[in-house]
């Protein structure tokens, strides 16, 4: 079954967020490691553009949060606490975030963005020309990295997509080159 029918079964073919019919997508959860459905859900247009834009989001909205935070699917978990946690200068999702309880691995995914965090508290990751990286981006090495344990050498101009940033360290990354999962320093990518 494809990743699309497996998603629109789970879901009933309606919005996994607000429950609307029309205009559903795959949304890949970042960080994503294997895009498969239990790191995906489906999602209206509306719900989309607002989580990729975030300047554009309209918090009445998000009201629906209120219904769809108790999923029992994790992916649909993470993106309501993660919305949740934008939201929070409103007033009313505080609320909901007080209520909600995550298993540890599903927080850990929720907060694995940065989501939740104060700007003050968050890990900064820079590449070279020191742009700031977030979970997702696309890098590209600068420089030719010996891979200890790999047997390999990732290669100058090679493309990391999706990557996943160390919650603890600044100068790590993670992304897979050659198939395999690595840790990258910042300071030899430069974001796409």
């Known amino acids: 079954m494809s990743l699309e029918k497996e998603l629109h079964a789970r879901s009933g073919s309606k919005c996994e967020l607000c429950g ?3 205009g559903l997508t795959v949304y ?3 960080p994503t490691s294997n895009g498969k459905a239990d790191e995906c859900v489906l ?3 509306t719900c989309n553009s607002q989580i990729v834009n975030p300047e554009t989001v309209d918090a009445n909205h998000w009201r629906c949060l209120n219904d769809s935070m108790w999923s029992e699917t994790p992916a649909v978990q993470v993106l309501a606490w993660r919305m949740l946690n934008n939201l929070k200068a409103e007033g009313w999702p505080q609320d909901l975030l007080d209520m909600l309880y995550l298993d540890e691995e599903t927080l850990t995914w929720a907060k694995a963005t ?5 700007d003050d508290d968050k890990v900064k990751h820079l590449d070279v020309n020191g742009v700031l990286l977030q979970a997702g981006d696309s890098v590209v090495i600068m420089k030719d ?3 200890k344990g790999g047997g390999f050498t990732a290669k100058r101009g090679t493309a990391v997509r ?3 940033l160390d919650r603890d ?5 993670e992304g897979k080159v050659n198939g395999q999962q690595i840790v990258l320093l910042t300071k030899y ?3 796409l």
């Open 43 to 45: 999602l209206c247009t």
């Open 189 to 191: 990518v430069k974001k």
């Open 28 to 30: 890949q959860v970042p």
């Open 145 to 147: 990295l010996n891979v």
């Open 169 to 173: 360290n600044s100068e790590y990354i």
């Open 114 to 118: 940065g989501a939740g965090e104060d």
């Open 20 to 22: 609307a019919t029309e």
């Open 162 to 164: 999706n990557i996943i």
